[in-house]
């Protein structure tokens, strides 16, 4: 059997509701290996998960701090920590 090859359009929609529910790591690593097969960008929904062990981000999991120009997560379960740049006016 041949895997059914979907569209980009049909591989978005699949991400947003997969995202629309409490997602398991398993999943999200497969959503990220989907767009990356085609090209999609995640925009934010990559920064709701961690970048090592594919956890969603909530208040028992994660350390969030802002120092100027970055937001810093921290992750509770493998301790790694995310940075992401905050836009200056």
């Not at 398991?24 to 990559?46: C, D, T, V």
């Not at 028992?60 to 920590?81: A, D, F, Q, V």
């Amino acid at each position: 059997m041949k895997p059914v090859k979907l569209s980009k359009q049909e591989i978005q929609e699949k991400i947003s509701l997969i995202f629309s529910s409490n997602p398991s790591p398993k999943q999200i690593k497969k959503i990220k290996k989907l767009a990356m097969s085609k090209n999609i960008k995640l925009g934010n929904f990559r920064k709701k998960f961690c970048k090592k062990c594919y956890n969603l981000f909530n208040s028992n999991n994660s350390e969030i701090r802002i120092k100027k120009p970055y937001k810093i997560i921290k992750c509770r379960n493998c301790n790694y920590i995310n940075r992401y740049k905050l836009k200056t006016n």
